[in-house]
C-alpha cells in the first residue's frame, strides 16, 4: 500500500523561537543615544553589547535553519507545503529583504561601535555576512514565496551545498528541541 503524504510545512517549529531583530536593536540604540554624555552612552552600550550579539545569531541561526529546510524540502518528492503565510501576497522586495538588509548594516557598523564604545577590536566573521548574503538571494528567487506552493516550487540559492541535505530534517528537529536558533550558527558549514 503506498503512502501519501499530507506535504511539509513552510515553517517546520522556527517561529516561536525568532527574536524581533531590527526593533529590538533600534530601541536599545534609542536608549544609548538619549544620553548626552559619552561615558553614559559607553555604560550603556556596554550593557546592551551582548544582548546585541544574542540577538543577531539567534536571527543568524534562523537563517541557516531556514537555508538547511529549504534543502532538505527539495531533496523529497514533490509536495504541498503547508501553512505558507506568504502565499498569493503582495512581492515587495524591499520589504522581502529589509530585515536581511538590516542585519547586514548591523553587522558592518557593529564593529566601529565595539571599537568606539568599548575600545575592543571586534572581527566580523565572514560567514556570517556569507549567510546573510545567501538568505537574501534565497529571499530575492524565490520572490517572498508568495507563488511557493509545492516544495519543487522552492528555488535555491547557487552558493549552497546540498550534498547531504536529507540528513537535515534530524539536525534541524534537534536543535528545535533546545529552542535555540543560534545553535544553527553552528551548523553553517553543512550549506557554505
Not at 550603556?44 to 546585541?52: G, I, V
Not at 540559492?157 to 534537534?174: L, Q, V, Y
Request: charged content about 30%; glycine content about 6%.
Amino acid at each position: 500500500m503506498k503512502t501519501v503524504s499530507k506535504g511539509l510545512e513552510f515553517d517546520p517549529g522556527f517561529a516561536p523561537f525568532i527574536l524581533a531583530f531590527r526593533g529590538t536593536v533600534e530601541y536599545l540604540y534609542l536608549d544609548i543615544n538619549k544620553f548626552k554624555n559619552l561615558s553614559q552612552r559607553k555604560m550603556k552600550f556596554r550593557q546592551y553589547y551582548k544582548k546585541f550579539l544574542e540577538l543577531f545569531y539567534n536571527n543568524l541561526g534562523f537563517y541557516v535553519g531556514c537555508l538547511m529546510w529549504a534543502a532538505y524540502i527539495k531533496t523529497q518528492p514533490e509536495q504541498e507545503i503547508l501553512n505558507n503565510h506568504c502565499l498569493g501576497g503582495e512581492y515587495n522586495e524591499d520589504e522581502n529583504t529589509s530585515e536581511t538588509d538590516f542585519m547586514i548594516k548591523f553587522l558592518e557598523l557593529f564593529p566601529k561601535d565595539m571599537k568606539y564604545f568599548l575600545g575592543i577590536n571586534y572581527n566580523i566573521n565572514p560567514d556570517d555576512m556569507k549567510i546573510l548574503e545567501l538568505y537574501k538571494e534565497f529571499l530575492t528567487i524565490n520572490k517572498g514565496f508568495v507563488n511557493s506552493k509545492t516544495n519543487t516550487d522552492i528555488l535555491l540559492p547557487e552558493g549552497i551545498k546540498t550534498a547531504e541535505a536529507e540528513k537535515f530534517k534530524d539536525k534541524i528537529d534537534e536543535i528545535l528541541k533546545s529552542e535555540n536558533l543560534s545553535k544553527f550558527v553552528d551548523c553553517k558549514d553543512l550549506i557554505l
